[in-house]
């Protein structure tokens, strides 16, 4: 079955300083991989997406993420951390099989101190 | 343009009753999908509905159904409310459901149940 695993529920960072959130799937054929970041009381926004080719994908606000099959791994970087970046992170993976389907991670919860 | 938007954004119900929740999606997406969000849990696929069909179902009780009308906004029903049934619904549309995941959320409809 597709499963997809954060293994961090929060994260703390200092304003300026990289960022990587971890993420790890399990699919049976390739995948679709996506991160998305949910606000405060607000529904969730699509980062940046993979379904093929280069595996370091960019996406908005300036995050990145890199896909590695041996790996099954899918991890968010972003160089620098700004405080609005403050947020939830979901890491998903689409599904094609048994009709289409988003299987989201439980989320990173990301705090920035300043 | 407008995004996806849904309603109500909160509403209270006690056990036992039913609830009706809306989603009107991005002009131009005929695909809808439905997510429940428990507090502190990633979203959970309820359904996705594509042409007025049902494309997929996730592991929810026959409480819950949902359908798509001519114009693609679409309706999630739930009948006998559970206490566990408190949780932001939330709403996606897609324009090509082909690529599973590529999806669009509104901001959500909050339950609660007493």
């Known amino acids: 079955a597709q499963s997809v695993t954060q293994p961090d529920i929060h994260i703390t960072v200092s304003e300026g300083a990289s960022l990587e959130l971890r993420c790890n799937y399990s699919?049976?054929?390739?995948?679709?991989l996506f991160w998305y970041v949910q606000s405060p009381g607000q529904g969730l926004q699509l980062l940046l997406k993979?379904?093929?080719?280069?595996?370091l994908v960019q996406g908005i606000k300036g995050f990145e993420a890199e896909f590695k099959r041996s790996q099954s791994s899918f991890n968010l970087r972003k160089p620098s951390v700004h405080w609005s970046d403050a947020a939830e992170y979901f890491c998903?993976?689409?599904?094609?099989?048994?009709?289409?389907?988003?299987?989201f991670g439980a989320g990173t919860r990301l705090f920035v101190k300043a | 343009d407008a995004g996806v938007t849904q309603s109500p954004t909160h509403l209270i119900k006690t056990r036992g009753q039913h609830v009706t929740l809306r989603c009107s999606p991005i002009?131009?997406?005929?695909?809808v999908s439905w997510y429940q969000q428990v507090l502190g849990q990633g979203p959970q696929f309820i359904f996705q509905?594509?042409?007025?069909?049902?494309?997929g179902r996730g592991n929810f009780p026959d409480r819950f159904s949902a359908r798509q009308f001519p114009n693609y906004s679409s309706e999630l029903n739930v009948n006998a409310l559970l206490l566990g049934d408190s949780a932001l619904y939330l709403c996606?549309?897609?324009?090509?459901?082909?690529?599973?995941?590529?999806?669009?959320f509104g901001e959500g409809s909050r339950l609660t149940v007493l």
């Open positions: 998903a993976v689409g599904a094609a099989t048994g009709g289409f389907k988003t299987i």
């Open positions: 699919y049976g054929a390739t995948p679709y």
């Open positions: 002009s131009g997406h005929k695909s």
């Open positions: 509905y594509y042409e007025k069909e049902e494309r």
């Open positions: 993979y379904f093929s080719g280069d595996t």
């Open positions: 996606a549309s897609s324009p090509n459901p082909g690529n599973p995941g590529e999806l669009f």
